[in-house]
């Protein structure tokens, strides 16, 4: 096993302590052990005799560590704890080896007497009493131990390895062997703590600097040990005992790859001989890093775990010794190549090895890609790989885009094709949006082709691009006029800004996630309050920029000059000065302005002020076309005092940058701006992070705005906020998870605070283009508007206004006589004359509601709703003692509503709205009589399945039909009400118009007073169906959709049976309703005239040419009439149709 172990000066790398000028010798090798020294068989006895004492010591310190039973405290060698009576070490050993100082056997073969006895004597007499009795070899250990698996794990003697002659180089490849394989030599398993007891040996002969352990001993070591062994007090050099657990404790509480950390701290030492802090240095802790992530490539974990060990080292050696600077252990450059990823489609090649003509696909797809004029193309290379899945599973194979063919490759509006990329994305799982966002770039792939193939001189050039702009899943979404975000009031902002700040940060003090371990000023182990999580989003809440643009807020440590703020007191009136000085960091850079704090001169006022400089834009603009950043020219002294303190923080207690940190978020960069990203020294760095250089990330910010809202919630319920409806205020939802887990979210994300903070400003009256270019930094007032959320309590009371004090002035206006001041103050006069269902006392729910005005007036043809509620507008009901209104049945039944108002007023809507119902009746009526002969049909046929289906649609047909009866009938007696106060209402109209010969008077009317009449005629279906289409022409707001469908209908299968040349459906819409009305007329006309029942000319037994018609003084033939109305209406445009059409209706 020769190829396990390396020997000599090759292999390892070498480097010189910063403080001690020891030589390191790295391991470089990630699979073998270097051997530096071989020692004699001498040695390696004294070794292993060694070893074992340390192993005795290890296990007696464990007993002597002090563990509590009720009450009492004692060493664990002699205290039983509660629930488990069992002593590890026997009690005639103990009386054994403590003669005459107690005489009582005890209960039991153990003696346990003599443990109960020792385990109340005091903690140092008892500490004195372990030592006396403490084994000196294995055997006599093992005659102090209880039968247990303990006991027999501890019978193993490392000594055994040299039982008989052997060399260290044999011995040590035994070692390696078994701790690999799990097993001996001859094959049997080993236990565990027998391959920890060789694992030992390997570390402490590291330790010994006889051998360098590989980067990949911890994926065969028994890692489950490795903590006992640094830990324990018992193997380590005082100074590092002192380094591994300073390190173990900042790992601890780092929340950051904890585990990971070890590993690397495990791993750092052992293939090193670094012992102590003196012994690092910059050189050696970035090796170490490259190394992992070199030879190890394979393991992100390890890679991660090395960068926190690396800052975590770095970060204790600055401490104690600020004088020599450890420097970045990572460039600039690896921070950037970390977040660069080449926007390549190489993958394939790996995925689809025998697939040349994906390939070609994948090659088309980068060029394209770097031609793409963006940033950030992650998003364009996920939708283009989307394409490529969908042609690996077509066959034949797709060789280029100029085979590509729409109707079968890209989408078949047909449907016949199953095969296109269409149906491919509609059968994946996802939502809407990226799916069209995916055919849409697909789209402009196939539009940069068709120039692409022309200069490339491509085979099977593509005519035109197969992909229409029009192609996508689902209607296109509306865009809304504002925000659908939510403005949250000023008094929650406060809320929240007061939760995080009060108490000198009370409750963001109390979460356990913004703590890490760093070394403090006198050398030890401290565990600190980040506070940049909750000035962050302090900052959120009172500054309306975006959650990036926070983060990567920049300190000016690397600006060429630095802003001095200074607190003042003139005549007790607390305010600020600055002076720019000069920065005497080397690492400043001339010229850079970035920091947060700046001076903003006014020339104009010739004066110099602290403003906020926001660092970066949402667009991101790498182009330099428009500058990065803007100002906003005031802070707020709250905010100034925080972050001041912020940056001053920073400076004390996170190790100082030697490089500025490119502002990137783990964005796939397009090759052309990979050179022009923004660098940034920012003011937020996480010391939980994983190399501390950058800021604090979106998750643990959005984390912590979870946990403040709930915190204000509690606060807000607790003061007694509630809104005007009584409830709580509401700031977080909680969702059951599918697992059953109950969670918490904001009921308002982040985002919400810029809608919020930009409402807000607007509201206090900061003019708008103020906001948009100082605050906002929007390139157009529209888009500042787009922000501008209004509360309905603000709405409300703008609409209020509008109602309440301006509603008298345009009622005169505009002739409103619904809500006018005349109607207002003759309401007694009138009010007799509408019509209502009155109670039996003769009292009147409707007008009562009207004159109260409780809900908004519905003004419709055929009457008023006062908008009070449809679910208490019928009969009083009685349950159980208990009196209540019943809902309206059926809907929009109005004519049975008790708040329902209609009068002579109303007398065209309300006859078109009657004829409507009685069409509904006639129309349900047949269906009801078909499905009774259906049902005997069912019944006499023993189909019993289907007659149950048949009686259940019968039942919900006689229900529906019982309404539209009781709703006729209703509207019927309306009707006849109405024209029985017309001459009453006439008599009163004049009285009034001589009083006041300006009052308006806007009741429906027409100019004669045969126009008013109503004729209650029996009449054929047709015909009523007629009157209701012909009436809703004259009354725009009512409608009726089915019975001009059907109109429609029935005149397109009069035309087609007698012979029409064409037909409505050829028609425009508009013209074919305004001919159809006109054929309709004619019909019925020709129909009286010739003497003929209508039924037989809609049957087709009276063909159109037996109907004659008079047209220009002349009798000619219905047929021919017709189609010369039809025939001029097909070949005009529907302008010059509408005049033909309309002096037909002229002539009618």
């Known amino acids: 096993m020769a190829e396990d172990l390396i020997f000599g000066t090759e292999g390892y790398s070498t480097f010189s302590g910063a403080v001690s000028g020891k030589q390191i010798l790295f391991n470089d090798d990630p699979e073998r052990f270097h051997v530096l020294y071989i020692p004699s068989e001498t040695e390696l006895r004294a070794f292993l005799t060694r070893y074992v004492q340390l192993r005795l010591n290890d296990v007696w310190s464990w007993y002597g560590r002090i563990v509590a039973a009720g009450e009492r405290t004692g060493l664990a060698a002699f205290t039983s704890v509660e629930g488990n009576r069992m002593f590890h070490i026997r009690g005639s050993y103990l009386m054994s080896k403590l003669p005459g100082m107690y005489s009582k056997q005890g209960k039991g073969r153990r003696y346990e007497g003599i443990h109960h006895y020792l385990s109340a004597r005091p ?504 500058p990065n950043g803007y100002e906003i020219p005031y802070v707020p002294p709250k905010l100034l005092d925080l972050l001041l303190y912020m940056r001053e923080w920073q400076q004390h207690w996170m190790p100082p940058l030697d490089a500025l940190v490119p502002y990137l978020d783990g964005e796939d960069l397009n090759e052309k701006f990979r050179d022009k990203v923004p660098l940034v020294s920012p003011l937020f760095r996480d010391p939980l992070g994983s190399t501390r250089r950058r800021p604090l990330s979106d998750g643990r910010l959005r984390r912590f705005y979870v946990d403040v809202l709930l915190e204000t919630e509690r606060r807000l319920q607790e003061k007694g906020y509630t809104l005007n409806n009584g409830f709580n205020v509401q700031l977080t939802r909680e969702t059951e998870q599918a697992s059953g887990r109950r969670s918490i979210s904001s009921a308002y994300d982040v985002h919400t605070l810029r809608v919020s903070g930009i409402t807000a400003l607007i509201n206090r009256g900061v003019p708008l283009e103020v906001v948009s270019h100082y605050v906002a930094n929007h390139k157009t007032l529209a888009m500042t508007l787009w922000y501008f959320k209004p509360s309905a309590g603000q709405c409300r009371d703008v609409l209020l206004d509008a109602y309440s004090n301006r509603r008298d002035e345009f009622a005169a206006i505009n002739g409103d006589f619904a809500k006018s001041p005349e109607l207002q103050a003759n309401w007694e006069a009138y009010s007799k004359h509408f019509l209502s269902n009155l109670h039996n006392d003769g009292q009147s729910d409707a007008l009562h509601a009207l004159d109260e005005g409780r809900g908004i007036w519905r003004i419709q043809p055929d009457g008023i709703c006062p908008g009070t509620d449809c679910s208490t507008g019928f009969l009083y009901e009685s349950d159980k003692g208990k009196g209540y209104y019943g809902a309206v049945p059926g809907g929009k039944t109005c004519s049975l509503c008790r708040y329902w108002i209609t009068g002579p007023m109303f007398l065209l809507g309300q006859t078109i709205r009657m004829n409507s119902v009685m069409l509904a009746v006639e129309k349900k009526s047949g269906e009801a009589r078909s499905l009774k002969d259906m049902a005997r049909a069912q019944e006499a046929g023993r189909d019993w399945n289907t007659l149950h289906a048949t009686r259940a649609r019968l039942h919900e047909l006689e229900e529906e039909l019982e309404i539209h009866v009781n709703d006729w009938h209703a509207r019927l ?134 109907l004659t018609v008079i047209r220009d003084g002349q009798p000619v033939s219905l047929l021919e009439d017709l189609n010369t109305l039809l025939e001029a209406a097909s070949n005009s445009r529907l302008e010059l149709s509408k005049p033909l059409l309309q002096n037909r209706r002229n002539e009618e």
């Not at 725009?1036 to 087609?1056: C, F, S, T, W, Y």
């Open 123 to 626: 903690l140092e007499e008892q500490r004195g009493i372990l030592e006396k009795v403490k084994p000196s070899t294995l055997p006599e250990l093992q005659e102090a131990l209880i039968e247990s698996a303990y006991k027999h794990a501890m019978a193993y003697s490392p000594l055994s390895l040299v039982a008989e002659p052997c060399d260290f180089v044999s011995v040590l490849r035994r070692i390696i062997a078994e701790l690999k394989e799990r097993k001996s030599i001859a094959g049997v398993a080993l236990d565990v703590r027998t391959l920890a007891r060789h694992q030992d040996i390997l570390l402490l002969m590291a330790l010994e600097g006889w051998i360098l352990l590989p980067v990949r001993y911890g994926s065969f070591g028994v890692v489950g040990q490795y903590d006992r062994f640094l830990l324990s007090g018992c193997y380590l050099p005082d100074k590092s005992a002192e380094l591994i657990e300073n390190t173990y404790r900042m790992l601890g509480a780092s929340m950051r790859d904890s585990e990971a950390g070890k590993r690397a701290l495990r791993t750092f030492i052992f293939s090193s001989n670094v012992r102590c802090l003196e012994d690092l240095s910059p050189d050696i802790v970035g090796h170490f890093e490259r190394v992992v992530a070199t030879k190890l490539p394979g393991s992100t974990n390890a890679t991660s775990g090395a960068y926190v060990l690396g800052d975590i080292l770095r970060t204790i050696f600055e401490r104690k010794y600020p004088d020599q600077p450890f420097g970045a252990y990572r460039s600039k450059d690896a921070d950037a190549d970390q977040n660069k990823k080449s926007p390549s489609f190489k993958r394939v090649e790996v995925l689809y090895p025998d697939r040349p003509d994906l390939h070609h696909w994948a090659a088309l797809f980068a060029k394209y890609v770097e031609c793409r004029e963006r940033r950030n193309v992650v998003h364009i290379i996920y939708y283009l790989w989307r394409f490529i899945d969908y042609l690996a599973q077509l066959s034949p194979f797709i060789a280029n885009p100029g085979r590509i063919i729409r109707h079968q490759h890209i989408r078949d509006r047909s449907g016949v094709s199953k095969t296109t990329y269409f149906s491919f994305l509609e059968k994946s799982n996802g939502a809407q949006k990226p799916k069209n966002a995916a055919i849409q770039e697909l789209r402009r792939f196939f539009d940069w082709y068709l120039d692409y193939q022309v200069a490339a001189s491509a085979p099977d050039k593509l005519d035109k691009n197969p992909v229409n702009p029009d192609d996508a899943f689902g209607l296109p979404t509306p865009k809304l006029g504002m925000s659908h975000r939510f403005a949250l009031p000023e008094f929650v902002l406060d809320a929240i800004k007061d939760t995080i700040v009060a108490d000198n940060f009370a409750f963001p003090k109390s979460r356990e996630l913004d703590y890490f371990e760093t070394i403090d000023e006198a050398g030890n182990p401290a565990r600190i309050w980040y506070p940049g999580t909750a000035i962050c989003m302090y900052f959120l809440l009172d500054q309306p920029v975006r959650l990036k643009q926070a983060r990567w807020l920049d300190d000016g440590l690397f600006d060429a000059d630095r802003l001095a703020v200074f607190q003042t007191n003139i005549d007790g009136k607390v305010g600020y000065s600055h002076r720019i000085i000069p920065n005497d960091s080397a690492a400043k850079i001339i010229g850079r302005r970035q920091g947060v704090l700046r001076a903003i001169s006014d020339f104009g006022k010739m004066e110099s002020f602290v403003g906020l400089f926001i660092n970066t834009n949402k667009t991101d603009d790498y182009g330099g076309v428009t």
């Open 973 to 1106: 007696r309306f009707l006849s009400a109405s024209l029985q106060q017309l001459d009453d209402f006439r008599q009163t109209k004049a009285a009034e118009e001589g009083q006041d010969k300006s009052f308006p008077v806007p009741w429906v009317s027409s100019n004669t007073s045969e126009g008013l009449n109503v004729l209650l005629d029996e009449a054929d279906s047709f015909v009523l169906l007629d009157s209701v289409v012909q009436g809703i022409q004259f009354v725009p707001g009512m409608a009726n959709v089915e019975a001009k469908l059907d109109h429609q209908r029935l005149l397109n299968g009069i035309l087609r049976k007698g012979g029409a040349k064409h037909l409505l459906l050829d028609l425009p819409e508009d013209v074919a309703t305004e001919a159809g009305n006109i054929l309709s007329s004619r019909l019925i006309q020709a129909a009286s005239t010739n003497g003929v029942d209508i039924r037989k000319v809609l049957n087709g037994e009276i063909h159109l040419n037996g």
